[in-house]
């Protein structure tokens, strides 16, 4: 569009600090720009273009609900937002999901829940959750406050109270503070991935799960980020061997589209009756069929492409000159390197190549169906720029 930028900056508020590119279009992992410069997108809209942009098989299923009907109120049933919840808890033994539309929807959602069956369960005063610093849990009034990071907590209260933060490598710093205020849950990311890609210690993890298990505490995952297949299961916590009582997710659930879902399993399948939560645009029959389409796709085969990648790029990068660490699961990936890491972003972009931050460091997130050639190609950029050449 003509003149995009100066309307951009005059009119939209000014919450975003852009980079100096607008995109026209975008096809599998590429996107184009106004100029036709051509990039290879490793950040597939921060973990939501699941398998890439204009998908044709995710086009089709969109498309094909449109022309049925594009929204109905949820004062009556639909397709697509049952046939979608049947198979989420099919693959994940939840027994119930509210959709809303966004991640920070489906946080609120879980914190409305944990305190309404602690109240139900316990009376008044359980309300406590602990959530963990570094954590970042959307940017409403409540998931800010449930966001572990001071730098949230400003400008806009008074925010919810009842959120406590923990040290996410101290367990006991955790118990204790579950010991000192009557708390109805543990709230956490897998991997904190607006923190930094810092995965969660697996004995950490064992013991606040063991924890929460004997005292009747509920376990919330946000897999806002960490979901649908992005760390090579389909849901992160598959891979520390618990199963949650909540799991948030949203970003590439619908592959593009704004849906978000809370996921609720046996304890608090019934904490929510007629009248005591909704969402205008929850389960949006075009999101839905969107998801549809994304979720029946991630099977066994792709999530063993996905960790097949994922180790290329561990390998090809560990080690390699100008690289301090890399961390994360599967596409999910944080590389801190010599260089500031907004130099090193910034000659990745001029070289073509679109990965994003995450704190100090460079952060991957490609779609998930990424060719390999192209991965390589990326990664081939990724180190040059990093190496300083
Ligand atoms: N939770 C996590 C772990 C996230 O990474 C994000 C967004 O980055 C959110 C919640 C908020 O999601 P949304 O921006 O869709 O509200």
Same mark, same amino acid.
């Given at each position: 569009?003509?003149?995009?930028?100066?309307?951009?900056?005059?009119?939209?508020?000014?919450?975003?600090?852009?980079?100096?590119?607008?995109?026209?279009?975008?096809?599998?992992?590429?996107?184009?720009?106004?100029?036709?410069?051509?990039?290879?997108?490793?950040?597939?809209?921060?973990?939501?273009?699941?398998?890439?942009?204009?998908?044709?098989?995710?086009?089709?299923?969109?498309?094909?609900?449109?022309?049925?009907?594009?929204?109905?109120?949820?004062?009556?049933?639909?397709?697509?937002?049952?046939?979608?919840?049947?198979?989420?808890?099919?693959?994940?033994?939840?027994?119930?999901?509210?959709?809303?539309?966004?991640?920070?929807?489906?946080?609120?959602?879980?914190?409305?829940?944990?305190?309404?069956?602690?109240?139900?369960?316990?009376?008044?005063?359980?309300?406590?959750?602990?959530?963990?610093?570094?954590?970042?849990?959307?940017?409403?009034?409540?998931?800010?406050?449930?966001?572990?990071?001071?730098?949230?907590?400003?400008?806009?209260?008074?925010?919810?109270?009842? !959120?406590?933060?923990?040290?996410?490598?101290?367990?006991?710093?955790?118990?204790?503070?579950?010991?000192?205020?009557?708390?109805?849950?543990?709230?956490?990311?897998?991997?904190?991935?607006?923190?930094?890609?810092?995965?969660?210690?697996?004995?950490?993890?064992?013991?606040?799960?063991?924890?929460?298990?004997?005292?009747?505490?509920?376990?919330?995952?946000?897999?806002?980020?960490?979901?649908?297949?992005?760390?090579?299961?389909?849901?992160?916590?598959?891979?520390?061997?618990?199963?949650?009582?909540?799991?948030?997710?949203?970003?590439?659930?619908?592959?593009?589209?704004?849906?978000?879902?809370?996921?609720? !399993?046996?304890?608090?399948?019934?904490?929510?009756?007629?009248?005591?939560?909704?969402?205008?645009?929850?389960?949006?029959?075009?999101?839905?069929?969107?998801?549809?389409?994304?979720?029946?796709?991630?099977?066994?085969?792709?999530?063993?492409?996905?960790?097949?990648?994922?180790?290329?790029?561990?390998?090809?990068?560990?080690?390699?000159?100008?690289?301090?660490?890399?961390?994360?699961?599967?596409?999910?990936?944080?590389?801190?390197?010599?260089?500031?890491?907004?130099?090193?972003?910034?000659?990745?972009?001029?070289?073509?190549?679109?990965?994003?931050?995450?704190?100090?460091?460079?952060?991957?997130?490609?779609?998930?169906?990424?060719?390999?050639?192209?991965?390589?190609?990326?990664?081939?950029?990724?180190?040059?720029?990093?190496?300083?050449?």
């Amino acid at each position: 569009m003509k003149n995009c930028k100066s309307i951009d900056k005059k009119y939209v508020a000014n919450t975003y600090s852009r980079f100096d590119i607008e995109i026209v279009s975008g096809k599998g992992s590429y996107v184009f720009d106004d100029k036709g410069k051509k990039y290879i997108d490793l950040n597939s809209g921060i973990a939501v273009n699941t398998f890439g942009l204009c998908d044709k098989k995710w086009i089709d299923a969109t498309t094909n609900q449109m022309n049925q009907f594009q929204h109905v109120s949820n004062l009556y049933y639909s397709a697509p937002g049952a046939k979608l919840a049947k198979m989420l808890c099919k693959r994940t033994g939840a027994k119930k999901v509210f959709f809303g539309n966004s991640g920070a929807e489906a946080n609120e959602c879980a914190i409305k829940v944990a305190r309404k069956w602690a109240k139900d369960k316990f009376g008044e005063d359980d309300y406590y959750i602990i959530t963990l610093k570094n954590s970042f849990h959307g940017r409403t009034i409540t998931t800010l406050k449930a966001t572990g990071q001071d730098v949230f907590h400003k400008d806009f209260g008074p925010f919810t109270e009842g !959120f406590l933060y923990a040290d996410p490598s101290n367990a006991n710093e955790l118990i204790n503070l579950a010991k000192s205020k009557k708390c109805c849950a543990f709230m956490f990311e897998m991997i904190q991935g607006e923190g930094g890609v810092l995965p969660l210690d697996k004995n950490f993890v064992s013991k606040i799960v063991d924890y929460a298990h004997r005292n009747d505490i509920l376990l919330i995952v946000d897999e806002v980020q960490t979901g649908n297949g992005r760390t090579g299961t389909l849901y992160a916590y598959e891979q520390y061997g618990f199963t949650p009582d909540i799991v948030t997710t949203a970003k590439g659930l619908a592959g593009g589209l704004p849906l978000g879902a809370t996921l609720l !399993f046996e304890k608090v399948e019934k904490t929510l009756g007629y009248g005591s939560h909704g969402s205008t645009f929850g389960a949006n029959p075009v999101s839905c069929a969107g998801a549809i389409s994304i979720l029946s796709r991630i099977n066994s085969k792709l999530l063993k492409s996905v960790n097949e990648k994922s180790k290329y790029i561990f390998d090809s990068l560990n080690g390699a000159k100008g690289i301090k660490s890399v961390s994360g699961m599967g596409l999910m990936i944080g590389i801190e390197t010599d260089e500031d890491s907004s130099v090193v972003l910034k000659k990745c972009i001029e070289n073509g190549v679109l990965p994003i931050k995450a704190k100090n460091k460079i952060r991957l997130l490609p779609a998930l169906n990424i060719p390999m050639n192209t991965l390589k190609e990326a990664v081939k950029i990724i180190k040059k720029c990093a190496a300083g050449e």
